[in-house]
């Protein structure tokens, strides 16, 4: 038995191990390398600079508006996007009138769950330049509704600075959302009927249903959504390329378009933008350890 | 290990697919050694093929498929076959210039000649200080391929060569020349009694009357706002003189802040204080703002001469689009009202590491060519930078006009070149600035400081090659 398994184990795992560390951390390593010398990325030559590249970084006015707007979508879309989807979710599944027997959903169900999941269907660069129509202030649908309800010049959206920023946040939220009503939908499933029957008999109300039981008892699934969440934030590179290539004024800008448009945008220097991608990594990870660390709290087993 | 546990653990394994840190390095890959097969196809020179091309050596050419499509290159590229009739063309057209080509310029076989061009397009600075462009000089020396007795630099129209020029060494072919200016329709323009402005005050003027005929005078690329610097520039070079571009090119302290570009910026700011813009211009992108213009929602809009061919599918019929230069700001002006901004535009460029570096060159003498001139124009309604290329051959309405600008404007022609020294001051920094600017959201001194700040912070980056032009 024992000496047949290990040619097997060999051959299912050595070839996508060999897969990955050639294209995922392969590259990975040879970025820390990149990030310092200054490579311009036209020809083979390079120098080492040390550290330069991050004393650069450190002083780097534009990269720090970037990393802000970061933060603003770190905070923001992780909370808007699971609260709305919670929301949802539990007016699928228990949000059904008063008075019936049992735990349902409300009216229409199915048709709701189908159409939040459409632009989990769309990809990313459609839902871009879907909403850049939208947002336009002459043509689009948004202005045009406005003045159709009277109002006599609605902003120009993508082109003011205070609202392109908060015009692709919503985007990002709104394209995750469904994505969310379905997990938290499939996790809310799991949670057996009876523990609400008994609360709804002990006089509960739906929001307290929803503090004291759902969300506990769906903890570990919103932490994964969190973390998931938290990475969607801290990239958000091709909405913004897309809809406002990080203007007005830079109001608009995230760290990857930093990068991009420091290696393939307006400069090639790749030694440079390596650096920020070498920053983007370290930040990453650690917003997702933070996030392991604080979401941790006791599991509860049904079964 | 239970079903929560494992999405817990993806979870953080989703890390490892963390955004892009690694993408850049996959760029980089072995290229670390150079390979010595640079120009590696090397024929004799002689009278018939005064660039030594190899016969039978292929030639690879790869167009950007841009507003002007791919088609007038298969021709070119036909022509350059029929007096090669050994050579294997590899001809290949994408959108995306530099994430294509950048691992072939790594790994040091790139192709023979590239149309380096759109927003996908290799940062010119870089290639520069990288020597990674071949010296185009003997193409310029050699004997044209169909007009007898005159060299190639002969046939060109001037300020081709400059242009291309990176101190002193002509390394970029520009192969379209472009006017810049501003442009309304003569039907507008007729049905309603109006005549184009000569001066500044005559423009305003104008405006005031559009206005209250329920057209906004003006509407801009908002999420390009540079296409409005193109116009306040001219105004303050017409004005002052070309110095002011030299100063703005050789990144001169103080440049952006000259008296003519405080006049210039002065002036302009007029059409944004009046509100003489379409509403929601700011949100607009030039195809959307270009197509409000055409629809008649705005008289004037800031573009260079491809506006006619990019706009082809939405122009109505007898819209007759017409370039004019800047108004004059009065008769201190040191260029007359018709001056206009033309250059050299569309790069072309032969790879200094290319296998056919000859084969490269005599393409581009075939394109330069008058065969090869006029079929582009009668391809792409465009003018090429060949003299005479437009001789005998119908011309659509705007690029008439673009024609007619040019020989009015005649020696009086004026140009910068520092968005092709620095494509981010250009693209990022005087981007931004305008839109502000146009936006209503800084005045005259604010936005000439934005630029002069963005001008600067290029100027004091050393790892920035910095470049001089005479005049």
Not at chain 1, 36 to 56: E, I, P
Not at chain 1, 120 to 131: D, G
């Amino acid at each position: 038995m024992r000496h047949g398994r290990l040619p097997l184990i060999l051959c299912f795992l050595l070839p996508p191990l060999a897969i990955y560390g050639i294209f995922v951390l392969s590259p990975y390593l040879q970025a820390f390398q990149i990030s310092t010398t200054d490579w311009l990325g036209y020809s083979a030559q390079a120098d080492q600079v040390g550290l330069a590249n991050f004393r650069t970084l450190l002083h780097d006015g534009y990269v720090w508006n970037a990393l802000k707007n970061n933060a603003i979508l770190l905070v923001v879309v992780p909370v808007v996007t699971i609260a709305l989807g919670l929301f949802f979710a539990s007016m699928l599944t228990m949000g059904g009138r008063k008075g019936r027997a049992g735990v349902t959903g409300v009216r229409g169900t199915a048709v709701y769950r189908l159409v939040y999941f459409f632009p989990q269907v769309l990809s990313v660069v459609i839902i871009a330049l879907l909403w850049k129509e939208i947002y336009s202030p002459t043509s689009g649908l948004l202005n045009g509704a406005l003045r159709a309800v009277g109002l006599a010049s609605p902003p120009a959206w993508l082109g003011d600075p205070r609202f392109a920023f908060w015009c692709v946040l919503a985007v990002m939220v709104w394209s995750n959302v469904g994505f969310y009503v379905v997990l938290f939908g499939a996790a809310m499933q799991a949670i057996p009927r009876d523990i609400y029957e008994a609360v709804l008999l002990d006089g509960a109300s739906r929001a307290t249903m929803l503090r004291k039981i759902t969300i506990p008892l769906l903890w570990d699934t919103i932490q994964v959504a969190w973390i998931y969440l938290a990475i969607a934030a801290l990239d958000g590179f091709i909405l913004v390329q897309l809809m406002t290539n990080g203007g007005p004024n830079f109001s608009s800008d995230v760290i990857g378009l930093r990068m991009y448009d420091t290696s393939f945008g307006s400069e090639n220097k790749f030694g440079y933008a390596s650096a920020i991608g070498v920053a983007m990594f370290f930040l990453t990870l650690s917003v997702a350890v933070l996030a392991l660390r604080t979401a941790r709290r006791d599991r509860i087993e049904y079964s | 290990m239970n079903r929560r546990e494992i999405l817990r653990r993806s979870a953080a394994a989703g890390l490892l697919a963390t955004p892009a840190a690694g993408l850049l390095s996959g760029c980089a890959t072995s290229g670390g050694d150079d390979k010595g097969d640079a120009g590696a196809y090397q024929g004799t020179k002689s009278e018939q093929n005064p660039l030594g091309v190899k016969e039978d050596a292929p030639l690879e050419v790869v167009i950007f498929n841009g507003g002007f499509g791919e088609d007038y290159a298969k021709a070119h590229e036909a022509m350059y076959q029929e007096n090669h009739p050994k050579a294997e063309i590899k001809h290949s057209a994408t959108q995306e210039i530099s994430k294509t080509l950048q691992p072939r310029f790594v790994d040091g076989s790139p192709p023979d000649v590239v149309n380096n061009s759109g927003a996908g397009q290799i940062d010119f600075n870089g290639l520069v200080s990288q020597n990674a462009l071949a010296d185009l000089g003997e193409l310029l020396a050699a004997p044209s391929l169909d007009v007898p007795g005159k060299t190639v630099k002969d046939t060109l129209l001037p300020g081709t060569v400059e242009v291309g020029s990176y101190d002193g060494r002509f390394l970029v072919l520009n192969y379209t020349y472009t006017v810049y200016g501003i442009w309304h329709s003569t039907k507008l323009f007729a049905d309603r009694g109006w005549t184009y402005a000569k001066t500044w005050d005559e423009h305003i003027a104008l405006c005031r009357q559009i206005k209250a005929a329920g057209i906004a005078p003006w509407t801009y690329a908002g999420l390009h706002p540079r296409y409005m610097s193109w116009p306040l520039i001219s105004t303050a070079i017409k004005l002052g003189g070309p110095s002011v571009a030299l100063a703005i090119d050789n990144l001169e302290p103080n440049a952006w802040k000259s008296d003519a570009m405080k006049t210039a910026a002065d002036a302009w700011h007029q059409i944004v204080k009046d509100k003489f813009i379409l509403d929601g211009s700011p949100g607009l992108d030039h195809k959307q703002s270009q197509t409000a213009w055409c629809q008649g929602k705005a008289a004037f809009i800031s573009c260079g001469s491809w506006l006619e061919s990019e706009q082809k599918d939405v122009t109505p019929a007898g819209f007759n689009m017409t370039v004019a230069p800047t108004p004059s700001l009065g008769s201190g002006d040191k260029l007359p009202f018709e001056a206009i901004r033309g250059t050299a535009g569309e790069p072309f460029m032969v790879p200094a590491k290319a296998k056919n570096v000859a084969g490269g060159l005599e393409y581009f003498r075939t394109m330069l060519s008058r065969k090869g001139a006029q079929d582009f124009t009668k391809k792409v309604a465009s003018l090429p930078v060949v003299a005479g290329a437009t001789d005998g051959v119908e011309l659509p309405f705007g690029l008439a006009t673009v024609v007619k600008a040019l020989d009015a404007s005649g020696s009086n022609g004026f140009n910068w070149v520092y968005n092709n020294y620095y494509r981010k001051l250009e693209r990022n920094l005087v981007d931004a600035a305008c839109g502000e600017f146009f936006s209503g959201r800084t005045s005259p001194s604010e936005f000439l400081d934005q630029c002069q700040k963005g001008a600067d912070s290029i100027a004091s980056d050393n790892s920035v090659k910095k470049y001089k032009r005479a005049a």
